[in-house]
């Protein structure tokens, strides 16, 4: 029941919106994926971050149409981790497009058919999202060959400029993307701009500095500590997947006032992963 909502939530809500010139966020309330390639540079390429809901295929179809053109595809798929509001769309996007789909190595045997992930955790709040967790998707997919690591060197396929960073907690190969000209950073679940435990922050997407969602997120000292690493980063604008993005000013304060209260801020009281 908890996962048909969350589907039915995304499919009446769903937008986008530019953060950076080159970079378009589909919104599908519950999570966000990325298009970042510049529009008006069609022969350069773009690459898709995260692929949304089991039934955000469509919509994402429809977003590359608008602004790439008609029948056009990206170079790669990237993704953040595994879990399902970030792979819902992967398998049917890759067979459409046929193109690989990126990911860091720790995460490949959950795309790949071989491992699940542990079920969610509905203790970590009395939030309405994180008591129906456990009925979220948590069986590995299979894309088959089209699963590739990513390189061993941080570079991000299709992307120049950019670098992929290890930022593990939420997941053990959990990813960031991180563009050093500009110090934009794409966190995935490294963590938040809203509550995601609360239907609520969920919903009205108010804006509220978090840690990665705590329902499965299975490692918090490491969370804590790629909390820390992104921060070192001193990032001017970020895009979570999960709220809207921040930049500024706004930005540096509530990144360090995560830091610096992660337990309180993030940290559940209780959790099994403990």
């Not at 519950?30 to 809901?53: E, F, Q, R, S």
């Not at 029948?71 to 992967?90: E, K, M, W, Y």
């Not at 542990?118 to 997919?141: E, N, R």
């Amino acid at each position: 029941m908890g996962n048909k909502l969350v589907e039915a939530l995304s499919s009446f809500t769903a937008t986008s919106q530019e953060a950076a010139p080159d970079i378009l966020v589909m919104n599908f309330t519950v999570v966000t994926a990325c298009m970042v390639g510049n529009p008006d540079n069609k022969a350069g390429g773009w690459t898709l971050i995260d692929t949304g809901l089991e039934n955000s295929a469509d919509f994402i179809l429809q977003a590359a149409a608008e602004r790439f053109g008609e029948n056009s595809r990206p170079q790669a798929i990237v993704l953040t981790h595994g879990h399902f509001d970030h792979v819902g769309s992967v398998v049917k996007l890759s067979e459409s497009w046929d193109v690989p789909v990126y990911i860091h190595e720790l995460e490949m045997p959950y795309v790949t058919g071989k491992k699940d992930y542990p079920t969610a955790d509905p203790t970590v709040s009395s939030g309405v999202v994180a008591k129906m967790s456990p009925s979220f998707p948590h069986s590995a997919i299979d894309i088959g060959y089209r699963a590739v690591a990513l390189p061993a060197d941080s570079s991000v396929p299709g992307m120049i400029g950019w670098k992929w960073i290890h930022t593990p907690g939420h997941t053990k190969g959990h990813i960031s993307l991180f563009r050093e000209k500009d110090r934009v950073l794409i966190a995935g679940d490294a963590f938040s701009t809203t509550k995601q435990e609360s239907l609520w922050s969920v919903l009205t997407q108010r804006e509220q500095i978090s840690g990665p969602p705590q329902y499965l997120t299975t490692d918090w000292q490491s969370a804590e500590r790629s909390v820390q690493h992104l921060r070192d980063l001193k990032p001017s604008l970020v895009i979570p997947s999960h709220g809207k993005p921040m930049k500024g000013e706004e930005l540096t304060k509530h990144l360090e006032l995560l830091v610096n209260h992660f337990k309180e801020i993030a940290k559940p009281e209780q959790s099994r992963f403990f």
